[in-house]
């Protein structure tokens, strides 16, 4: 028998942070949302195994890993379709920062899905070289290499944005 009271309240208590982790990885909220759905299906399916272990939110972000690749997998999602284009740009500009975090999420969007997802698994979810390789099942080199490359490709993108000062 399932202990649902224990999986209501641990996931519960993070949902919020999940979905914004799928959101980091995935650029878009609807897809992210779906992701943490497809993720808290699987962890409410084998939540007696999961809720033993030692870092149960390695299994999450796992799933939502997993769950953002296949989801780039299907070919629907190469394609977007607008039903109506409009006609003029907003004329008010957006709170302070808010520009800055878009532009940075438009660019962190624009990443190979690895790459993407060893930055945020490194910056945003705080794990170590050995955590994030672990999550990806690849070598501590490669989540090293992966950063480098992403963190570089980053950097210059940022550089003509002027979000980042031009180095001297």
Known sequence: ???????????????????????????????????VSSALTGLYRHWDRVSRMDNPDA?????LL?????????????????DVLPDRAAT?????G??????????LAELPARRRAVLVLRYFCDLSV????AELGCSAGTVKSQTSRALEALRARLQGTGLVAEEA
């Not at 008010?92 to 302070?96: I, K, L, Y």
């Not at 050995?130 to 390789?133: G, S």
Request: positive net charge; contains cysteine.
């Open 1 to 35: 028998m399932k202990d649902v009271d224990g999986f209501r309240e641990y996931a519960g208590s993070r949902l919020e942070g999940w979905r914004r982790t799928a959101y980091l990885l995935s650029g878009d909220w609807h897809l992210a949302d779906d992701m």
């Open 59 to 63: 299994y999450i972000r796992t799933c």
């Open 66 to 82: 997993r769950a953002m690749l296949n989801e780039r997998r299907r070919p629907w999602r190469r394609e977007r379709s607008f």
């Open 92 to 96: 008010t500009p957006p709170p302070d």
């Open 98 to 107: 808010v520009a800055d975090r878009e532009a940075v999420v438009a660019l």
């Open 130 to 133: 050995e955590q994030t390789a």
